[in-house]
């Protein structure tokens, strides 16, 4: 079992800047891929950022892409998502999830039903 704690959500202004963390707990974390999705009210949980268990690849949802980003210590047990230049379609629950990758380093996942354990969210908002 890995629990994951998001925090760092908020209210803030359009071109603001925000950075989430999410702290896991429960299994050695270098072992799993982790990702951040977010849900807008009223719409589906959609893939946000992905990042390997070695933190040597990522990826992005187009729609952030160029400014967010996503990286991880794996002394901390800790992935983060770092926000910039927030517009008001940006607000969301954003959530964190995990899923094991024993066999490669480099792998990273943007499918929802690619991962095991999730978070229970932090709230994004952000006002024009």
């Known amino acids: 079992q890995v629990q994951l704690v998001e925090s760092g959500g908020g209210l803030v202004q359009a071109g603001d800047s925000l950075r989430l963390s999410c702290s896991a707990s429960?299994?050695?974390?270098?072992?799993?891929?982790m990702g951040w999705f977010r849900q807008p009210p009223g719409k589906e949980r959609e893939f946000v950022a992905a990042i390997s268990r070695s933190g040597g690849s990522n990826y992005y949802g187009d729609s952030v892409k160029g400014r967010f980003t996503i990286s991880r210590d794996n002394v901390k047990n800790t992935v983060y998502l770092q926000m910039n230049s927030l517009k008001p379609e940006d607000t969301a629950v954003y959530y964190c999830?995990?899923?094991?990758?024993?066999?490669?380093?480099?792998?990273?996942?943007?499918?929802?039903?690619?991962?095991?354990?999730w978070g229970q969210g932090t709230q994004v908002t952000v006002s024009s």
């Open positions: 429960g299994r050695t974390f270098s072992g799993y891929a």
């Open positions: 999830a995990a899923v094991g990758t024993p066999y490669s380093s480099n792998s990273y996942y943007y499918r929802r039903d690619e991962y095991t354990y």
